[in-house]
């Protein structure tokens, strides 16, 4: 089970931490962050896959944003600078056991997911 938390209303170039609390989750399964703004598919944002010592981000928020883990406390959050109007979405986390590195981009290769937190960014 995977429950999203932290979401809200930031200024632009404020920041935000969204976290995912993971229990009944594998360390070794992969686990990411994806977002949905209205109208729009949801969109890959972040990752660690279970197989890669390294997190891969969409270029929109590489240097901005920083995904990190912590296998001991089944967390997973998302620390969020630099803001943009275009960051405003729902964000969710999501797990899963059989992603490969070629694939980790995509919603469909999850099969567990968090219910969505919302973040707003406002000018």
């Known amino acids: 089970q995977l429950q999203a938390s932290g979401g809200g209303l930031v200024q632009i170039g404020g920041s935000l931490r969204v976290s995912c609390a993971a229990s009944?989750?594998?360390?070794?399964?992969?686990m990411a962050w994806f977002r949905q703004a209205p109208g729009k598919e949801r969109e890959f944002v972040a990752a660690?896959?279970?197989?890669?010592?390294?997190?891969s981000y969409v270029d929109s928020v590489k240097g901005r944003f920083t995904i990190s883990r912590d296998n001991a406390r089944k967390m997973m959050s998302l620390q969020m600078n630099n803001l943009k109007l275009e960051d405003t979405a729902v964000y969710y986390c999501?797990?899963?056991?059989?992603?490969?590195?070629?694939?980790?981009?995509?919603?469909?290769?999850?099969?567990?997911w968090g219910q969505g937190t919302q973040v707003t960014v406002s000018s």
């Open positions: 009944g989750i594998s360390n070794t399964d992969t």
């Open positions: 999501a797990a899963s056991r059989t992603a490969i590195l070629s694939t980790v981009r995509f919603a469909n290769s999850y099969a567990y």
């Open positions: 660690f896959h279970r197989n890669s010592g390294r997190p």
